[in-house]
């Protein structure tokens, strides 16, 4: 994989308002792990949607030990985002057959080798873009921005289905979906200007895609009398 100089010159030379948008964004995403993770255990449904928890771990795991991202510090994050997404893997087989169930009604007998199906499926894409896109300066995060953006329409669509509960619903994973998506993006359009056209694009749309989701989520809490915030009744 290659990766800009001006992009190891960034990193290299912070200034604290990037610090801060960096920390933002690595809290906000382990956020959204661990949050999934307790919604995961408590409401027995998957609180992430299959899909997108195959493209999200099968890119930490290429970035983490086929394709080590070039940043050390940042690695090591990723490091510890597998060990959450492993969880969050063995949760969502646990508890997917759910949704499962209304997206493939009658084939319940297939559900684990649709969803192994899925993930190896995933896990080569992401592997196969490394090198497809190898002319690019960061392939790694041309990736990433396209599967965010995906997996924003994928908890919308999540969300449509699960019409008469709050189980696997969180506006603390949206909230901080929100944020960690769009925290690198700014860090880009503000230190990198003009550069990565087409990833800010990406994370504005994500970003937008993102409030509507605050937005749905807070509505369903409210049709369903509960604060969205606490899950009590209003």
């Known amino acids: 994989m290659t990766i800009d100089s001006k992009i190891i010159s960034s990193i290299s030379n912070t200034t604290p308002f990037q610090i801060v948008l960096v920390l933002s964004m690595l809290i906000c995403w382990t956020a959204v792990y661990a949050i999934t993770i307790i919604r995961n255990h408590k409401d027995k449904i998957a609180a992430m949607p299959w899909l997108a928890l195959c493209l999200n771990i099968s890119w930490e795991l290429i ?8 940043d050390a510090s940042y690695r090591y994050g990723i490091f510890f985002w597998v060990a959450l997404d492993s969880v969050m893997l063995v949760q969502g087989l646990k508890y997917g057959r759910e949704d499962f169930d209304h997206v493939l009604p009658g084939m319940q007998k ?18 196969s873009s490394n090198y497809q896109w190898t ?5 790694a995060g041309y990736t990433a921005y396209i599967m965010n953006l995906m997996m924003s329409m ?22 901080c979906k929100f944020w960690g998506s769009l925290a690198p993006t700014l860090l880009g359009m503000i230190y990198l200007p003009g550069r990565y056209i087409f990833q800010y694009n990406l994370g504005i749309i994500t970003a937008i895609l993102d409030i509507i989701y605050i937005i749905l989520v807070f509505r369903h809490f409210k049709k369903l009398g509960l604060n969205p915030f606490t899950r009590k009744k209003i």
């Open 110 to 127: 297939f559900y684990y080798p649709v969803c192994i199906g899925l993930f190896i499926m995933m896990l080569a894409c992401v592997w």
């Open 135 to 139: 002319v690019l300066p960061d392939p």
């Open 154 to 175: 994928l908890y919308i669509v999540t969300l449509f289905r699960r019409t008469n509960t709050e189980k696997g619903i969180s506006i603390w994973i949206a909230i």
């Open 63 to 70: 970035y983490s030990f086929v394709i080590p991202y070039p």
